[in-house]
């Protein structure tokens, strides 16, 4: 039987990487990462019904809105190494770019190769002009990563969160 969401998600593959749509089988890695401390960035720890909700809504986007998560699958060896994605409705004043790496895959790139690439296809695909990255001001990682891709802190956009910082990120014609 045919996945009836592959009309809605892409598969998007880069030289190392394969951004490809959320599996039941990502559901106990993606739960044990909410829970733990590494979420605390994102809102959390969650709870597992919190987390179900959010796994759940990565995945409603797609046919809802036209875009949402993909997980961040290493392409030698298969596996999930996080996710990345492109938010928006209404818990999101713009559409942003996120991302997030489970715990031991930082470091080698893996969340600038997948970030790059997803908004490469929001910029081409859906013909966003913009899009942001909320980031709470003490995560420095993603913080010095939105600067990496050449995002630049927009001081006074819209954000759900007033702690959060807003980096944008512009397409630019090359």
Request: aromatic share 10%; charged share 20%.
């Amino acid at each position: 039987m045919s996945d009836p969401l592959s009309s809605f998600i892409p598969l998007i593959e880069t030289e190392r990487l394969r951004l490809r749509a959320l599996r039941m089988a990502d559901w106990p890695t993606y739960a044990e990462f909410m829970a733990s401390d590494r979420a605390v960035h994102m809102g959390g720890p969650h709870a597992q019904t919190a987390a179900w909700g959010m796994f759940c809504y990565d995945v409603a986007q797609w046919p809802l809105m036209g875009h949402g998560s993909l997980m961040i699958e290493n392409r030698a060896n298969g596996c999930c190494v996080g996710q990345v994605c492109i938010n928006a409705g209404p818990l999101f004043p713009e559409h942003e770019l996120g991302w997030l790496l489970y715990p031991g895959f930082e470091g080698r790139g893996y969340a600038s190769e997948a970030a790059i690439a997803l908004r490469m296809w929001g910029f081409e695909v859906l013909g966003l002009k913009t899009l942001v990255s909320y980031i709470h001001p003490d995560n420095t990682q993603s913080r010095r990563l939105a600067e990496r891709l050449g995002a630049v802190l927009d001081e006074v956009a819209e954000r759900h969160d007033p702690m959060d910082l807003v980096y944008r990120h512009i397409r630019t014609t090359a």
